[in-house]
């Protein structure tokens, strides 16, 4: 005769349900937790890039203004094109930029002496203690 459980009558079969819950309750923390917080880091992104967009458009469309009126009759006539084609220069330059540091990867190390006299005498008192 197999031996009883503390469970109650249930026995084996219960301790299966509570096996199961628990695989379940552990799934449900390791991928829907993650993926829970990885939405409100994606809304968040998107919507500052949104944001962050909007307002360059405004800045451009304010620099175009200001070439337009500040400049009195100097940019009129047949040089009416010069804020435009200052404009869609500066425009290009902000993308570009922008390009660039998505490409450049991670920064890189600040102070890379200080950290390299760290990591040397870490190394100095571990051959020490050996």
């Known amino acids: 005769m197999p031996p ?4 109650g ?3 084996l079969r219960h301790a299966g349900d509570d096996a199961f819950q628990l695989t379940v309750d552990y799934l449900k923390q390791e991928t829907v937790d ?8 994606l809304y968040m992104g ?3 890039s949104f944001f ?3 307002g360059i458009l405004l800045v451009l469309i304010g620099v ?3 070439l337009q009126t500040e400049t009195g009759t100097a940019l009129t006539g ?3 094109w010069v804020p435009y084609a ?3 220069l500066l425009g290009i330059v902000i993308i570009g930029v922008a390009a660039w540091r998505v490409t450049a990867g991670p920064g890189q190390e600040k102070l890379p002496e200080v950290v390299a006299r760290r990591e040397a005498r870490e190394t100095e008192s571990l051959e020490g203690a050996s």
């Open 86 to 88: 200052v404009v869609v």
């Open 9 to 11: 009558s249930h026995g």
């Open 52 to 54: 962050l967009a909007f």
């Open 46 to 48: 998107i919507a500052g």
């Open 64 to 66: 175009l203004r200001l």
């Open 4 to 7: 009883r459980s503390d469970n």
């Open 34 to 41: 993650p993926l829970r917080g990885l939405g409100r880091f």
């Open 78 to 80: 047949d040089f009416s």
